[in-house]
């Protein structure tokens, strides 16, 4: 069974970083063939996608939101994913999901909050 496992979250400044990790495990689990997604998701709002990273040369994605503050990569010896979050901002505070995917796989971690609050 696959396993997304979160961590990282917590309270933080305005302007202030964070990093969080998303750990993959799972017996055969092969890491480095998934496509890697933070996703987000605030209070009464929609979960959104917020950076992505591919298989291979790792391209990467990301929303307009996040753009220039936020980066995403990925440790394939690690099997971890990690989202670094730089001069984040108070609606930058949500639930932060990890996603994995390939072809009809997907799975999904149980989110890490983060809170940017002075």
């Known amino acids: 069974q696959v396993q997304l496992v979160e961590s990282g979250g917590g309270l933080v400044q305005p302007g202030g970083s964070l990093r969080l990790s998303c750990a993959a495990s799972g017996f055969g689990f092969t890491f480095y063939r998934y496509t890697m997604t933070w996703y987000r998701q605030a209070p009464g709002k929609e979960r959104e996608l917020v950076a992505e990273?591919?298989?291979?040369?790792?391209?990467?994605y990301y929303a307009d939101s996040v753009k220039g503050r936020f980066a995403i990569s990925r440790d394939n010896a690690k099997n971890t994913a990690y989202l670094q979050m730089n001069s984040v901002r108070p609606e930058d505070t949500a639930v932060y999901y990890c996603?994995?995917?390939?072809?009809?796989?997907?799975?999904w971690g149980q989110g890490t909050q983060v809170t940017v609050s002075s």
């Open positions: 996603n994995a995917r390939k072809l009809t796989n997907d799975y």
């Open positions: 990273i591919t298989t291979g040369a790792g391209s990467t």
